[in-house]
């Protein structure tokens, strides 16, 4: 089977290993556990880090990346940079007020180098270009600049790595060969990369990618994309020609907007819990729910979010969101 380990690429390790694939119950649906990927922060970010930290730890870079204040990509990209020893500074835009979002500012604020406040998701280019500016008319190194939700080529490497990882369990009789992998869909480098390193693992299983972020950014085009691009570069270092089929959108998941929950959410969560799994309202219980909405043959479900225990992230953090990010956390 292809692997990654041969590739001229920098990489940091920060996964701590596979991570484990789990029974729902009897009916043949089974859960990814992502979200306790790494030891710091969990979910779908830590693959993509591996990379694109490694990069910027090879070269000496800071960091300038970007995304909502609420962003689990700004929270996961400040902790492994700060531990790993990159410099992080965050563009942030506003989003809706949810809990999750509050807890993330706090720990993004504690975390990161510096962070510039885009007042409309409008003035993210223009704020993003301020930001790294700065650094270049001050004599500094131009950042490695990581796109929203750590969605490039390297980012996409991490998933590639998911992919050929859950192959690699199939081929070991750990689960059946699964009919579908359903994943949330955001800036699309979770579930390209996945579909790649299925296809490059040789498992046919069609993904499901459950929109939960406006189609401007969560677009099958955006997908498809960043899955051929990876793969150009993959055939450049040996991978094999593989065909990319079997990816279907899910846009009746999404609601009424982003980080805004849905009645078909709200009951995937509750139904999660009583298998003991923790969701949150604005990707993973909506991949949840379209999961549980086709319920025949066997179907795995990725747990993107974060699972592993926040106190020793907020034990840096101020009790209450700053006033300089408050601003940004709007009324639903
Ligand atoms: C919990 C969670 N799941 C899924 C996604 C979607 O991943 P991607 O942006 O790679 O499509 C995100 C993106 O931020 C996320 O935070």
């Known amino acids: 089977m292809f692997s990654l380990h041969d590739l001229p690429l920098a990489r940091v390790p920060l996964l701590g290993g596979p991570t484990a694939i789990e029974p729902l119950g009897p009916d043949g649906a089974w859960v990814k556990r992502e979200d306790l990927s790494g030891t710091r922060y969990g979910g779908n970010k830590v693959r993509k880090l591996e990379w694109l930290l490694g990069e910027a730890l090879e070269s000496g870079l800071d960091v300038l990346t970007l995304g909502t204040v609420g962003s689990n990509h700004l929270v996961a990209t400040a902790v492994y940079g700060q531990a790993v020893g990159v410099r992080v500074q965050a563009v942030v ?3 809706p007020d949810t809990p999750t979002a509050r807890r993330n500012a706090r720990i993004l604020h504690a975390h990161a180098e510096r962070i510039w406040v885009a007042r409309t998701a409008a003035e993210l280019p223009f704020t993003l270009a301020r930001a790294w500016g700065s650094t270049r008319l001050f004599g500094g190194y131009p950042p490695a600049v990581f796109p929203i939700g750590g969605s490039s080529v390297l980012g996409c490497l991490g998933w590639v790595g998911g992919g050929l990882e859950i192959a690699a369990q199939v ?4 689960l059946p060969a699964p009919d579908r992998i359903y994943v949330a869909l955001g ?7 996945l579909w790649l390193g299925l296809r490059l693992g040789g498992l046919a299983s069609e993904v499901v990618a459950v929109r ?49 929950s849905t009645a078909a959410a709200e009951e995937a969560s509750a139904r999660a819990e009583a298998v003991g ?41 101020l009790d209450e969101v700053p006033p300089s990010l408050a601003g940004l956390l709007r009324r639903a």
Do not use: C
């Not at 800036?187 to 990369?193: K, P």
């Not at 604005?282 to 909405?293: D, E, H, N, V």
């Open 187 to 193: 800036s699309g480098g979770t579930a390209a990369g």
């Open 212 to 260: 939960a972020a406006p189609s401007w950014l969560a677009s099958p085009f955006r997908v498809r994309r960043l899955a051929g691009n990876t793969l150009a570069l993959l055939r450049r270092h040996g991978a094999p020609a593989v065909g990319l089929d079997r990816l279907r959108i899910v846009d009746g998941q999404y609601g009424p907007g982003y980080a805004r």
């Open 171 to 174: 081929a070991a009789g750990e």
């Open 93 to 95: 835009a506003p989003q």
């Open 277 to 317: 799994l923790t969701l949150e309202s604005t990707y993973t219980s909506k991949a949840y729910a379209a999961m549980l909405a086709e319920p025949t043959g066997t179907r795995l479900f990725v747990h993107t979010a974060n699972s592993r225990p926040l106190e020793p992230l907020l034990a840096t953090a």
